[in-house]
């Protein structure tokens, strides 16, 4: 990277909860003041305690705090940030929220309104990605009503699945199996479609079955050079929600690498593409690659492809929004080693991943050698019900996929998280699953085998709701469940 052509004196990093304790690590190696807001239930949080400044955004819920964009602007101008960072979910990805902060003289963190208003669009994506040379799913766009969906179901063959335009995280998605499904299901995608992302325009794609979710990771700076740090396996899901990530997937080979690598590399030059963001696929059992969407923002998984390639992507990003120039080329990117991870959320998957929240009564979080651990959360902690589940992550990093598997079985051994249900169990069961050490892995992996991977010993129960009494009525710190 070249010096820095402005160097940012603070950020603020408009999110909360583990992505902004990840962002404020990078500005205090960067020596820039870390800004954060706070709703009235996170005032007590790590990323409070971690940033520099804190500012009040208003009430718990995110619609009258994190997702005001008045309010959110009105907090970085009045602690005289000079750039903001959106992280990912609530506003990252709005056009809107990246134009007025660029409207008050502010700047953006992410790429431009006009690439996320073109990218943020599926159907306005895939007609931009086609015309860039990127594979497309079968599919129809602006659908007009059920007869339609009806033909191309029969043309295709059955399933397909009816999607919102706007949005993603699986909000909307109907899989549809039959022709007289279509009518209700239709009806339900624009009604989730509208009350999520405030239009109740949908398209329909071609289902594919049995495949395999592959995304790459791009960065690219203002000068139009862009790079690809290589793909991620994320076909480890729940409800079209990742909870298992890892780099590189054992799917690709080096030439499928560099070929696809191009394809995205040449989309997003097209595109007029700045920082980082994602390219998604899905790989059929042929396989062909189909893209699903673009991330115009930072993924809950960049941190596989960080350990893999030895490059900081968010530090990169903020380095880059200064003005300097992506120094490295394609040559120069060398991924070495294999790393995986787990989500950890505050779920129960034994009552179809209903959220769990309270307060986390004892905490002791991964340490080691070759393994990463990133959270919002402190014992004592209080687990808020207004947001999204995600309490932490956990990356181990091996010479090889066996290797990274091993690992992440003791970094699982050793988390501990009483008081609330969390993904913990279920991961330690994937990790041990021979189809999941194998690598036979898709997208319908969980619904497969949810039934024998939410089996818990009738002792291990016993033994959790023993130590959960303990913890909550002594404060006990000692470690009586070793999971």
Known sequence: ????????????????????????????????????????????????????????????????????????????????????????????????????????????????????????????????????????????????????????????????????????????????????????????????????????????EKYIEGGRHIEFQFIADRYGNVVHLGERECSIQRRHQKLVEEAPSSLLTPEERSRVGAIVVKAMKDVGYETAGTMEFLVDASGQFFVLEVNTRIQVEHTVTEMISGFDIIRTMFRMAAGERLAMTQDEVILRGHAIQCRVNAEDPKKDFAPSFGTISFLRQVSGPFVRSESGIYQGWEIPPYYDSLLAKICSVGKDRVTAIERMRRALREFEIWGVKTTIPLLKRIMDNPKFVAGDIHTGFIEENIAGLTEYEEVEEQIFKVAKFVAQVSGLGRNIYAG
């Open 1 to 204: 990277m070249t010096k820095a052509a402005r160097p940012f004196r603070k950020i603020f990093i408009a999110n909360r909860g583990e992505i902004a304790c990840r962002s404020i690590r990078p500005c205090r190696e960067l020596g820039i003041q870390a800004v954060v807001g706070y709703s009235d239930c996170d005032a007590l949080s790590l990323h409070v305690k971690l940033a520099d400044e804190a500012v009040r955004l208003g009430p718990s819920p995110a619609a009258l705090s994190y997702l005001d964009i008045d309010t959110v602007l009105r907090a970085a101008k009045d602690s005289d940030c000079d750039a903001v960072f959106p992280g990912y979910g609530f506003l990252a990805e709005n056009p809107d929220f990246a134009e007025a902060v660029e409207k008050e003289g502010l700047v953006f963190i992410g790429p431009s309104a006009r690439v996320m208003r073109i990218l943020g669009d599926k159907i306005a994506a895939r007609r931009a990605l086609a015309a860039s040379g990127v594979p497309v799913t079968p599919g129809i766009e602006d659908v007009s009503g059920p007869e339609e969906i009806i033909a191309f179901g029969e043309k295709v063959g059955y399933p397909i699945i009816i999607k919102a335009s706007a949005g993603g995280g699986g909000k909307g998605m109907q899989k549809v199996y039959a022709a007289d499904e279509v009518a209700e299901k239709l009806e339900t995608a624009q009604s989730v479609a509208l009350k999520a992302f405030g239009k109740s325009t949908v398209f329909v």
